[in-house]
């Protein structure tokens, strides 16, 4: 695959975000939140962009959303060591507000890179922005989340993202099933891990 990354390595990928100034947020913005995770894992994990903890940090998911993430995970006997994990956009945009197209065009290419080294069993969206933009651009989380779509050898499904949860914590048990059914999907839970 040609890369803009010299040979498309992980490193490669993260010395060239480090620096990046691709659009306005590399302004305003800490630290770029590069992916993070096991580099073999089967299921990758896609969400927006780095909050105000994120971008202090450099790591995703570090916040609030995060601790939401971490007690999803571990109760579908997961942890984060089992995926990877990343954003359509790398960097904090101030106020939290959505990324605008110039934002998600211009930080592509780390997530398609990210991807391309990746090679997941299983992709999942977690919210609406990431949805609409890897799934379908009318892709309706309230009624789709959960759902399965198939390209090449990757599997796509998208829930709600941790944040929809810390407004409306009626929506754990609803997330929690669709963990479940991504763990079932991907064999790997804990009972399948011992077996091995
Ligand atoms: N919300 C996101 O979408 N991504 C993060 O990394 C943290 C919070």
């Known amino acids: 695959m040609q890369s803009i990354f010299g040979q498309g390595t992980w490193n490669e990928i993260y010395e060239h975000l480090s620096v990046c100034t691709q659009c306005p947020l590399s302004q305003s913005r800490h630290l770029p ?3 993070r995770g096991s580099r073999q894992a089967d299921i990758m994990l896609i969400a927006e962009a780095p909050g105000a903890q994120e971008d202090q940090q450099g790591v995703p998911f570090v916040g ?3 601790e939401v993430l971490d007690r999803l995970l571990l109760e579908c006997g997961l942890g984060r060591e089992d995926l990877y994990i990343t954003n359509i956009i790398k960097c904090h945009s101030p106020g939290n507000r959505d990324p605008n197209e110039e934002e998600k065009k211009a930080c592509f290419p780390y997530l398609k890179y990210e991807t391309y ?3 997941p ?3 999942v969206c977690l919210g609406r922005v990431a949805a609409q933009r890897i799934i379908a651009p009318d892709f ?3 009624r789709q989340h959960g759902t399965w779509t198939h390209r090449k ?3 796509l499904t998208a829930t709600y993202h941790p944040s929809a949860i810390l407004h409306d914590p009626s929506k754990y048990e ?3 099933e669709d963990f479940l059914e991504i763990v079932k999907k991907c ?3 804990y009972a399948a891990r011992w077996k091995r």
Request: charged content about 20%; proline content about 0%.
């Open 174 to 176: 609803l997330v929690k």
């Open 117 to 119: 080294l990746l090679k």
């Open 33 to 35: 939140v590069m992916g």
């Open 153 to 155: 050898n990757c599997a």
């Open 187 to 189: 064999s790997l839970s």
């Open 64 to 66: 609030r959303s995060g």
């Open 121 to 123: 069993e299983i992709i």
């Open 140 to 142: 309706k989380i309230s």
